[in-house]
């Protein structure tokens, strides 16, 4: 079988496990006073200060969280919860996890959601006339996930100059892939998650920058400096410590791997004379997500049939009950057209061989001849 939606998730890193395992001995709890818990505060310390640096952050900066879902929900929910009825601009390719979240809160906030670009990045232009005075935060991800474009965050940051606006960003997909520098991006909020990055399922984090307020959506003990209750997952966050270290020192060596397989990927679609454009501007995607556009299949077909084949693909867009629902980062970027019902996204690994690539362009191939018969 070949496996090409890392994007939806990744393996668990083995080396990372052994290592969790090893550390399993030590299994009091953070917030007990004897010298059990003290062993396991200090290795949960350990792994907050460690993420911390990887993120050019200061520790006490660091919430732990059950993944970016959390995160983001913490994020958005957090501000909402100090303002009145705040002005929150964010844009229509958000995850889910973002999106719903406006969606949910619809009655307290009044949302701006800014329209994609064909190139797949979001419009900053659009940016300057929605951004108003009393906008209170700005909530942007950095890379989509659907698509795999790099947004353009450094020039956010500059119409945001100046301005009282907090700025909230989702970087799962680009931890490990760019850059991942808090101060740089000049974010206030920043959400990651573990299983992105060869870490466990149920663990993530929100960077929140000290001078940042938020009201906790868990209440209870005061674990996580009060911004989260609950005894901590001692052991998924030594995961995701390591996955972050994992994928920041071995990032070029990644990224390098990915960008070939997805060059030969595209290459032997050509010589396959399989028709297909990608969705969005390829030089501004990062290594690892592509998203094509097969106009003489729908998606669902095609993601069956590459099934049946042992192909593991999606279309990026939610799944409900069976049936695939149109994209809504293609429709924000193309407009409601068949495009946003006849993509795949295809993500691929450092992991994955030069044979993998063959497979999936040979079974398109193979799909495609037998549709045009
Ligand atoms: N944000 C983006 C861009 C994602 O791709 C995902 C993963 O599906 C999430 C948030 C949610 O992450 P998690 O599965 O950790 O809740």
New binding site residues.
Partial sequence: AVYADY??TTPVDKEILRKVIEGADEFGNPSSIHKAGKRAKANLEKSRREVASLLNASPAEIIFTS????A?NMAIRGIVARHHRPHIITTEIE?A?VLNTFKALSADVDVTCLPARENGTIDTEALKSALREDTALVSI?LVN?ETGVMQPIYEVREILAGHDALLHI?A??AFGHMAVNVKDLGADLL?L?G??IYGP?GI?LLYKSKDVRLDPMITGGSQERDARGGTENGLWIEAMAEAMKRAKDTSNVRSLKEMQLKERFLNGLISAEVPFEVNGDVNQSVSHIINIHFPWSQAEFLLTALDMADIYLSAGSACHAGTLEPSHVLESMYGKTERSTKSIRFSFSYLMEDEDIEHIVEALKDIYERLMK
Avoid: Y
């Fill in positions: 994007a939806a993944g970016a879902t959390e983001n995850h996890s991800m996930n989702d799962v997909q959400s998650s299983h992105k399922k993530g």
